[in-house]
C-alpha cells in the first residue's frame, strides 16, 4: 500500500496569519511539526501541499530548503488539493494533517494509521469522530476511491474547504472507522494543543520551551504531565478549548452528534 501524507499549510489564515511561519525556538512552525510528523513510521512520502497564491511563495521556499516535496494548488478547494497530490504520487491511501497541530504526537499518527491498515473493509479512519485526543492531534486516513468519489460529488463550499466531510457525512456509501485513545479519557474539549490564535502560540511556544530542550522527541504523556506539574500553562489558551470549525456548519452537519452533545454539555456546565 503506497501511503501520502499530507499537511496542508497556507499564510493567509484568517484569525492568525502567517501562524505556520511563527518561531519556534528558532525554527519556523511548520519545520517544527514536520519534524514531529516525520518520526512516525506509517505516514509514507511526505507533502506539504499549499496554495498557489504568491503569498504562499515563502512556504515553497521554506520547502525547498527543507527539502520537502511541496504541492501547490487552489486555496480554499483543499479537497482538490489532496486530490492532486494523491495522483501525482500515485497513492492508494492519503494522510491528512492540517498545519495547525505542531505538537501532535507520533505515535498517535501511527496508530491511526495503522487501524486503517489493518483493517481493509474500511474506507475512511480517524481520530476525530468521536474526538477524544486533546484538540490538535488530528489525523485522517482514506483510500483514493473515497477521496476521488469526493472529488468528484462534494458540492458545498465546507465539504471543498475541510477535504473530508463528505466522507463522514455519507457513512452509508463510505465504511467509517475511529481511534479512541487508549486511556479512555476525553480531552477533546478541554485540553487546546492546536493554533489558531496568538494565545494558542504561546501555549505552544511554552510547552516547546520547556520540553524539547531536555527531550526533542516529547510526546503527549510529557506535555500532560507538563501540564499537571504547571496548570498556569492551560490557563494561556483554555478559553478556546472546544471551539472547532464544525461551530459554523452545526445546523448542517448530521454526523456529528457526538460532538453536538459534548457543545451542549459544555455550556450547560458553563
Not at 94 to 118: A, E, F, M
Amino acid at each position: 500500500m503506497k501511503i501520502v501524507t499530507v499537511i496542508q499549510a497556507r499564510i493567509s489564515s484568517t484569525r492568525l496569519p502567517g501562524k505556520v511561519l511563527l518561531p519556534i525556538l528558532g525554527q519556523p512552525l511548520l519545520i517544527r511539526m514536520v519534524e514531529r510528523v516525520m518520526k512516525a513510521n506509517l505516514i509514507g512520502t511526505l507533502v506539504i501541499a499549499t496554495s498557489t497564491n504568491s503569498e504562499d511563495d515563502q512556504i515553497e521556499e521554506l520547502c525547498e530548503r527543507a527539502n520537502l516535496k511541496c504541492y501547490r494548488g487552489h486555496l480554499t478547494d483543499l479537497l482538490d488539493r489532496h486530490y492532486q497530490v494523491a495522483k501525482i504520487y500515485n497513492a492508494d491511501a492519503i494522510v491528512k494533517i492540517p498545519s495547525d497541530c505542531p505538537l501532535i504526537d507520533h505515535h498517535i499518527i501511527d496508530r491511526v494509521i495503522r487501524y486503517y491498515i489493518d483493517n481493509e473493509d474500511l474506507d475512511y479512519v480517524s481520530n476525530l469522530h468521536p474526538a477524544t485526543y486533546p484538540d490538535g492531534n488530528d489525523v485522517e486516513i482514506f483510500s483514493f476511491q473515497s477521496l476521488e468519489h469526493a472529488w468528484r460529488d462534494a458540492t458545498k463550499d465546507f465539504e471543498r474547504e475541510h477535504t473530508t466531510p463528505f466522507m463522514w457525512e455519507h457513512n452509508d456509501s463510505f465504511n467509517i472507522g475511529n481511534v479512541e485513545w487508549e486511556t479512555g479519557l476525553d480531552m477533546s474539549t478541554s485540553l487546546r494543543f492546536t493554533i489558531d490564535y496568538e494565545e494558542d502560540y504561546i501555549f505552544i511556544k511554552k510547552v516547546f520551551e520547556e520540553l524539547y530542550p531536555v527531550n526533542p522527541d516529547f510526546g503527549l504523556n510529557d506535555i500532560l504531565r507538563l501540564l499537571e506539574q504547571k496548570p498556569e500553562i492551560i490557563e494561556i489558551n483554555h478559553k478556546f478549548a472546544g471551539t472547532y470549525w464544525y461551530d459554523k456548519h452545526l445546523d448542517q452537519l448530521k454526523n456529528i452528534d457526538e460532538y453536538k452533545n459534548k457543545k451542549t454539555n459544555n455550556s450547560n456546565n458553563g
